[in-house]
T-cell receptor
């Protein structure tokens, strides 16, 4: 199956800072999604973005399919942004990366 | 709008006991349904997926089984739990084909 690598594994931010999370994948994909898992375990779908750029409030994502990577941007981070961010790729059988743990400090 | 319900939220079971976790989806028809497991501090592992009633695909050989008795109902079962079955179990759904995946709130299973 497709290999998914996320970086960095951990990220500590001061409230208000901006950050970029990266997802590399080993083969062409039809489907790439970003998720946020909050400290209580709830997983929320942030973006469905097999290619191009999308924005949702302070979050945006860009996928460059030809170069096999996707980036998730967090701007003006807030403590509620803390949690684990997962990238997932493939067809309907999504394969998840190991995640980036983000801690935003007040 | 579509919603997904998963229960129970937490469960503590002794080794060797049976397991039944249930997941239902509302507001959509013929969804793809999935069971994932997340070990503590780790990523998500796909256990089973289903594209229709009675159609179950297993991704990982294990002590668990899944069934889909109705279009929007997905059940995860075990006849005899092992300690290694402990984890966070998440049900998810998507529209047929390639589309966003949506998760339930999960069940934290501790096997003692």
């Amino acid at each position: 199956g497709i290999q998914v690598e996320q970086s960095p594994p951990d990220l500590i931010l001061q409230e208000g800072a901006n950050s970029t999370l990266r997802c590399n994948f080993s083969d062409s994909v039809n489907n790439l999604q970003w998720f946020h898992q909050n400290p209580w375990g709830q997983l929320i779908n942030l973006f469905y973005i097999p290619s191009g750029t999308k924005q949702n409030g302070r979050l945006s994502a860009t996928t460059v399919a030809t170069e096999r990577y996707s980036l998730l941007y967090i701007s003006s981070s807030q403590t509620t942004d803390s949690g684990v961010y997962f990238c997932a790729v493939d067809d309907y059988k999504l394969s998840f990366g190991a995640g980036t743990t983000v801690t935003v400090r007040a | 709008s579509q919603t997904i319900h998963q229960w129970p939220a937490t469960l503590v079971q002794p080794v060797g006991s049976p397991l039944s976790l249930e997941c239902t989806v509302e507001g959509t028809s013929n969804p793809n349904l999935y069971w994932y497991r997340q070990a503590a501090g780790r990523g998500l592992q796909l256990l089973f997926y289903s594209v229709g009633i009675g159609q179950i695909s297993s991704e990982v050989p294990q002590n668990l089984s899944a069934s889909r008795p109705q279009d929007r109902q997905f059940i995860l079962s075990s006849k005899k739990l092992l300690l290694s079955d402990s984890g966070f179990y998440l049900c998810a759904w998507s529209v047929q084909g390639t589309s966003p995946l949506h998760f339930g709130n999960g069940t934290r299973l501790t096997v003692t």
